[in-house]
């Protein structure tokens, strides 16, 4: 790693440090209704929302009506998606006149833009128009990244209910992160990338004349504007199908290192929001130390894998002068622009949040550099995750850990005050085996059917780490793709589309009834039998519990996909 590199590493974590306790503490005051320096502007447009709309800004929901609330309102605006894109030929702002969708992949898209994934099978610059664009999946990505903060917000707020079964209201919620928090940041940013070259038009296309005296098209549009939000709420959905690779949603280092930090911003600071909210960061900042503790050592492994190469070179009798280690490790796949670090730092962060954006190709990485990706996702939306979502996510892996502590010491298990029964467990349980019942029972039937598995570029390991790493994505609403998966076909589409919905209401469900039982219980005076959740020791067994969950539950297909993949190749080096 050059001296360049430790510096802008020990940058990104400064600003992460300096800008997360003041966020964090902004969207408490939000959330809690306070006033903040926003509000004299913002506050009537707010007012005027809930007069026209007739919402209540004062109503209560318990977690059914929560419940509810999210998934009517996260499911019409599916629809709409999905109508815009299978007529978007009728529609105007259509240029160059592409036809809409077939329905398959219109559900795909609607479903995955819904549900905060933004998978793309498809190429946005020569499938969508600017209005499917904007109208579209721009909107959903301010409305899907709202709706796992509100859902976050609500479990917050039943630990602090005393007896109160009533979480808040899901329209207030969203409205306000929208209006206060993502609207004026994606602005912001939007105007920073316009600054960096990232093209903000409603023209379609530009006409360049190359070296050689051709004329070449290049796609062009309302780019800036979405590339803010797809970052900043962790969606990922690019306008152009190299995503982050791409020089106009990416054309310099500098916006390349803004939007490393985007990415990790609102997750990051949403749990110190956390501390804030329930009147302990000691609990806010034992979870950032797991999540982190987590994403430091992925990145240190996927880094040294991609600096040190593939040991399939040195078997081909690569001149020792010019080894991996002297023309920088493993380049194939990324911009030389971005080189190995940055590389390797965007491919953690995405897959340790829902964002799914990449800069690099996945499918050209080493056996072990891809692991930590798709590692990553096993996981589930725990490292950080989603906006929101990671943080009740890793609430539910801390309450299994109290309950397991507590069968340790014979005592009922209590967590911020409140005591875990077999209610709240059960519930959580669900929530953690769906997920690889969704994974690797996705991934076992595409891998089963000739027409699915005819969509793979690789056989072998490869092979398989491409369709588990496609099923993971999906499932943890994360949407990054390995790449050399054909998936615009029908059966994919489809499959996918149901996956993501599991993956996203599978959890938002359990979560929330845990949240209104946690809701209605009295809040537990501490006492010298309390298992602390706040020190060193619950840290490193909440880290544990994630790690073996994970490790234990995907070890052999990891066994047969990546780790092969990797055996195999220190076979070829050796002979």
């Not at 040195?314 to 990324?334: F, R, T």
Request: hydrophobic share 50%.
């Amino acid at each position: 790693m050059s001296e360049f590199d430790i510096y802008q590493l020990l940058l990104f974590v400064f600003i992460l440090a300096v800008v997360m306790i003041p966020l964090g503490y902004y969207m408490a005051r939000i959330f809690q209704g306070e006033r903040v320096w926003l509000s004299p502007l913002v506050r009537p447009a707010e007012r005027a929302f809930y007069a026209l709309s007739g919402i209540k800004a004062d109503g209560q929901m318990n977690w059914r009506g929560y419940l509810l609330a999210a998934v009517v309102f996260n499911l019409v605006g599916m629809l709409f998606l999905m109508l815009i894109l299978m007529f978007q030929d009728l529609l105007p702002l259509n240029p160059q006149h592409f036809a809409g969708t077939p329905w398959h992949l219109a559900f795909n898209v609607a479903v995955s833009f819904m549900t905060n994934t933004n998978w793309q099978s498809y190429a946005g610059e020569s499938t969508l128009s600017p209005l499917s664009q904007m109208v579209g999946l721009t909107v959903q990505n301010f409305m899907s990244s709202a709706t796992g903060l509100a859902v976050a917000v609500a479990v917050i707020r039943s630990f602090t209910q005393r007896e109160n079964p009533n979480l808040g209201n899901f329209y207030v919620d969203v409205t306000r992160v929208t209006l206060y928090v993502k609207l004026p940041l994606a602005i912001i940013f939007a105007v920073f990338l316009l600054w960096q070259g990232v093209p903000q038009t409603f023209n379609t296309s530009v006409t360049a004349t190359t070296l050689e005296g051709a004329q070449q098209t290049i796609a062009v549009g309302p780019v800036a504007s979405q590339i803010a939000i797809k970052m900043l709420g962790s969606n990922g959905g690019g306008y152009f199908n190299a995503n982050g690779a791409h020089p106009f949603e990416n054309p310099t280092g500098l916006s390349d290192f803004v939007q490393l930090v985007s990415i990790l911003l609102l997750p990051i600071s949403f749990v110190v929001t956390f501390g804030f909210m329930i009147r302990d960061k000691r609990q806010a900042w034992a979870l950032l130390v797991s999540m982190t503790l987590m994403f430091v050592i992925g990145f240190v492994i996927c880094y040294v894998a991609e600096a040190n190469g593939s040991h399939v070179l040195d078997a081909l009798g690569v001149d020792q002068h010019i080894s991996n280690a002297n023309i920088g490790g493993n380049l194939e796949g990324k911009e030389v622009r971005f080189g190995i670090m940055n590389s390797t730092l965007w491919a953690t962060a995405t897959s340790a949040t829902s964002n799914g954006s990449v800069n690099s190709m996945f499918d050209s990485y080493t056996a072990l550099g891809g692991l930590v990706p798709l590692f990553n996702l096993l996981l589930g939306e725990v490292i950080y995750g989603g906006v929101g979502c990671g943080l009740y996510g890793i609430i539910i892996y801390a309450l299994i850990t109290v309950f397991i502590a507590g069968l340790m010491v014979g005592r009922t298990p209590e967590y911020l005050g409140k005591k875990i029964e077999a209610k709240e467990v059960k519930w959580a349980i669900v929530a953690q085996l769906l997920y690889p019942v969704t994974v690797l029972g996705g991934g076992m039937l595409a891998l089963i059917l000739p027409d699915s598995v005819s969509s793979l570029s690789a056989s072998g390991p490869h092979g398989l780490t491409q369709m588990l790493y496609a099923y993971a994505s999906a499932a943890a609403n994360n949407g990054s793709a390995f790449g050399g998966l054909s998936a615009n076909t029908l059966y994919q589409n489809v499959a996918l589309g149901i996956v993501m919905l599991v993956g996203r209401f599978g959890v938002i469900v359990p979560i929330l009834a845990i949240a209104g039982s946690l809701a209605s219980k009295k809040i537990i005076p501490v006492s010298n039998g309390t298992f602390p959740t706040h020190g060193g020791m619950f840290v490193v067994l909440l880290t544990a519990v994630i790690l073996m969950f994970g490790g234990l539950t995907y070890f052999p297909v990891i066994a047969l996909g990546p780790i092969a993949e990797h055996l195999s190749q220190l076979s070829q080096s050796v002979m």
